[in-house]
């Protein structure tokens, strides 16, 4: 049963969701943005919400997974969630690449910085945590699972500390996820405390400072 758990626990929050969760929270939670520049997320019309959640989807979720299943269909890798560490250079490339589209896309089609800062300040973070991951990969088998919870909390520590009332129950939920996420992999044995932790923690500082001081107009 608790094997069942923690394999459930990975799946549900995959590295490649996590972002995508912190997004959906700080659209549709009620919250005001503490700055003049009037570009709240939760102001955003409903419509152009779900917009920018599917692009957002596409590039950062759908997209790398499509390609990562491709990748194991033709025995690139051996499993999904990259499991061996000498195959993931190539996904962390492809998810590197996707992330910096993304990011590319949002200054592209919304220069100026139309939309809150967080759309670009998100991927770019993606872009950032992957190609460090990449790195580091070289001595360690750092966890990607951490890295996407990291990213988690990070964002929303921003967004909470940007903006007034948003409930403090949604960020300890993502906590609890968030240590869910990490126990489930040191429980199958995947990694080791040092991966997950730092992982975890590298991803977390990262978003912090890309989203915290990512310039605005």
């Known amino acids: 049963m608790k094997k069942t758990l923690a394999h459930i626990f990975s799946w549900l929050f995959l590295p490649l969701l996590m972002p ?18 009037g570009k709240g997320m939760y102001q955003i019309p409903l419509d152009l919400k779900g917009q920018l959640l599917i692009i957002f989807f596409l590039f950062s979720a759908l997209a790398p997974g499509i390609s990562f299943y491709l990748l194991h269909k033709r025995k690139i890798i051996s499993t999904i969630d990259i ?33 809150p800062k967080y759309f670009y ?45 948003f409930p403090i129950l949604f960020f300890a939920v993502a906590i609890i996820a968030s ?29 912090f400072i890309c989203c915290s001081y990512y310039p605005i107009n």
Request: proline share 4%.
């Open 20 to 37: 995508f969760y912190g997004l959906y929270l700080s659209l549709y939670i009620p919250s005001e943005e503490l700055s003049l520049s």
């Open 179 to 207: 240590g869910l996420c990490l126990s489930s992999r040191l429980f199958l044995q995947r990694h080791t405390p040092l991966e997950v932790y730092s992982g975890w923690l590298l991803a977390l500082i990262i978003t």
């Open 83 to 115: 499991e061996d560490s000498k195959e993931r250079n190539f996904p962390l490339l492809i998810m590197f690449a996707y992330c910096m589209v993304l990011f590319t896309l949002f200054i592209f089609k919304a220069p100026n910085n139309i939309l």
């Open 121 to 165: 300040a998100l991927p770019l973070s993606g872009a950032i945590v992957t190609l460090l991951f990449m790195i580091i990969n070289r001595w360690i088998k750092i966890s990607l699972h951490g890295g996407g919870a990291g990213i988690l909390v990070g964002y929303l520590s921003v967004f909470m500390l940007e903006n007034s009332g």
